[in-house]
């Protein structure tokens, strides 16, 4: 998943390209999936409300802090990037109408907790063991930082505590605070693979794909009130001036096994190339960011910096066996390209960043939790998230490989498998084991920036 760090982000004056019906409304939406600010730090704070009152006083003091898509880049706001969500308890707290609120789709109704049998997260990845509150009814909305750096989030930190303390209507149910991993000049997490590689480019937005990313994503597809790839708008929940301009993300909390992936890569690999090569194999990428449709056998750590050749491949005409990016890999999951159907339609835009202090390499794991506390936003949670989550993610039988799973990120536990196609014969890793954890997860709305207005404008029993 991304990571925060100093990197290009949308810099273009975005609010000079509002005016035709069409056209995102960049004074409305939140800039959250619109755009990645040069952030080396984060907190997020899931807070409670204790009462509708009290949550829209917290909020209506909070508004004019929320980073719009056309103020992200101007002087506006250059330090720090706040963002503002809410459950489906939460907008209920907060004072929305019933026949309203029936109006949002059931996944998001549920939360993300209760639908762990769709998402596939069993075992130690199920909410019984998720820590901060996330599969609490109690949890009503999150508070995004994305700040320059350390000191700048400590400051709001602070500035947002004495906020809470005054204004008195809510509790802060937990907090995570996120930092890149150094060095600093090229995005990357906790396993050493270069991060922020791939992303869809929204239409409207003047943002040019890079080669192979296919074309710019209709709108529809992350902001609702917009043509999406099947056509014209989607039906908005009611009231319009709530859902227009609003997109959902689902937030998930990932422990990252440093100390067992790099004993796993040991295990496999007898030199350090094999190892490597090990590496690569799960991802698709080798840690570079180098896919490995393109080099195969052997690192090309520039082209994996160079953005406008690391996405210019395919699988079914370059790499259809898989010789080089194996069916059940990571990137070739999440993303099957030409390979499967409808892809327009499950695009993802993802948000987020490390936490927890990098291993350093040599020594054994310190115990000490860290992961990747991530966003991932769309229009639909169960056509876009779930989807993955469910077939590309979870289902055993993806790419008909049988008994296998998201190597990096499936709900692991040792009984499933990992096959890596190779000539005359392939390698089959028998019992995987999990390299990742999920700790926690929710799902929230992101309202226009008029929507949060209209929550902070609503009354008890609505
Ligand atoms: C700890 C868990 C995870 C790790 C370490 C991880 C790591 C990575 C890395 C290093 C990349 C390659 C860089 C890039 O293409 O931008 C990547 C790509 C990607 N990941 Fe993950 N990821 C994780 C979880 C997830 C989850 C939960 C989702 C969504 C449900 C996801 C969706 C994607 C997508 C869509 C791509 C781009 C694939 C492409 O377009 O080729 N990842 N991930």
Known sequence: MSVLQRSKYISQDLTKRTGQPDMLDFDDIQ?????????????????????????????????????????????????RWVTVGFTWNGLQTLGVAEASLANFPEEFRQGMAARAGVLGTAGANHPDHWVGGLASPNLHAIVVLFARDVAERERCRG????????????????????????????????????????????????????????PPIKPGEFFLGYPDEEGPAAALPQPEILSRNGSYVAYLRMQEHVGAFRDFLRAHGETPEQQELIAAKLMGRWRSGAPLVLAPDKDDPKLGADSQRSNDFNYAKMDPHGYGCPLGAH???????????????????????????????????????????????????????????????????????????????GTQDGTFDMTIPKRPIRKKIIGLPAFTTIRGGAYFFLPGIKALRYLGSLSDGV
């Open 331 to 409: 990137i070739r999951r999440m993303n099957p390209r030409d390979t499967a159907t409808n892809m327009n339609r499950r695009k993802m835009i993802r948000r987020g960043g490390t936490y927890g202090p990098p291993l350093p390499e040599g020594v054994p794991d310190d115990g000490i939790e860290r992961g990747i506390a991530a966003f991932v936003g769309c229009a639909s949670l169960v056509r876009q998230f779930e989807f993955a989550m469910n077939v590309w993610t979870n289902d055993p039988n993806f790419h008909e490989l049988g008994n296998e799973r998201d190597p990096i990120f």
């Open 31 to 79: 800039h959250f999936l619109m755009s990645r600010p040069p952030a080396r730090a984060a907190r997020y704070e899931f807070l409670s409300f204790r009462s509708g009152v009290g949550g829209r006083a917290w909020l209506t003091g909070l508004i004019d802090k929320v980073g719009t898509a056309g103020a992200v880049g101007s002087s506006l706001l250059d330090a």
């Open 159 to 214: 500035e947002h505590g004495r906020y809470v303390a005054q204004c008195g209507g809510v509790e802060v149910l937990s907090s995570l605070d996120l930092e890149a991993i150094p060095p600093f000049d090229y995005a990357h997490e906790h396993f050493g693979y270069r991060d922020r590689l791939s992303q869809p480019v929204i239409e409207g937005t003047g943002m040019e794909p890079t080669p192979g990313s296919g």
